[in-house]
């Protein structure tokens, strides 16, 4: 697979061999495609067994991604022109480093169409973004008991950071945190 970054602001064009004529392209989320994240998201949890905890909607999505200051990124993989998988990203900060880097959120593909390479041109996508704007770090989080995508990621260069252990606060545990005065 030949691929290329068309521009510097979008759309990333990969080309199978040319008897096949295949085509990937990978352009930024519009707002006509809140509904297909919201989709993706969703397959994405039942994929991860975490469907239970999806309570994103399309509006939330169109929001966060497409209103007058979006802190949230998307790209959209097409295959032959039709929508197969995405990325949701944002910045970070490592004062460590002094320097932003990329989150990467979500990262999912149709699994009809796992092994043609769309995964990692969705990465290598992000990394030549990190590259571009001279970051200093592109993460994500994997699930301990996927070790397709454990292996995939190790192949790519990703180093698994098991020191580390993720915290969360949400729901009424964060509205208590939040409160305002003593």
């Known amino acids: 697979m030949v ?3 068309d521009n510097p602001d979008g759309d990333f064009r990969a080309t199978a061999d040319k008897e096949t004529l295949t085509e990937l392209n990978i352009r930024p989320a519009i707002p006509g495609d809140s509904q297909l994240i919201v ?3 969703r397959a994405l949890a039942e ?3 975490l ?3 999806v309570v994103a909607t399309e509006a939330d999505i169109a929001r966060d991604l497409f209103g007058p200051d979006p802190r949230v990124f998307c790209e959209i993989a097409e295959w032959e022109g039709k929508p197969v998988g995405f990325t949701l990203w944002f910045y ?4 460590f480093q002094g320097r932003h880097g990329i989150w990467l959120e979500d990262l999912y593909v149709d699994p009809a169409l796992r092994g043609k390479g769309i995964g990692k041109a969705l990465l290598v996508n992000l990394a030549q973004r990190c590259v571009r704007e001279g970051l200093g770090r592109f993460e994500w989080w994997v699930l301990d008991w996927n070790a397709p995508s454990i292996e995939f990621y190790k192949s790519q260069g990703g180093v698994m950071q098991d020191e580390w ?3 969360r606060v949400e729901g009424e545990a964060l509205a208590k945190l939040g409160q305002v005065g003593p």
């Open 165 to 167: 252990t993720k915290v």
């Open 47 to 49: 994929y991860e067994k």
């Open 3 to 5: 691929a290329r970054l």
């Open 39 to 41: 989709d993706f998201i």
């Open 92 to 95: 970070t900060y490592s004062t």
């Open 51 to 53: 469907a239970h905890e």
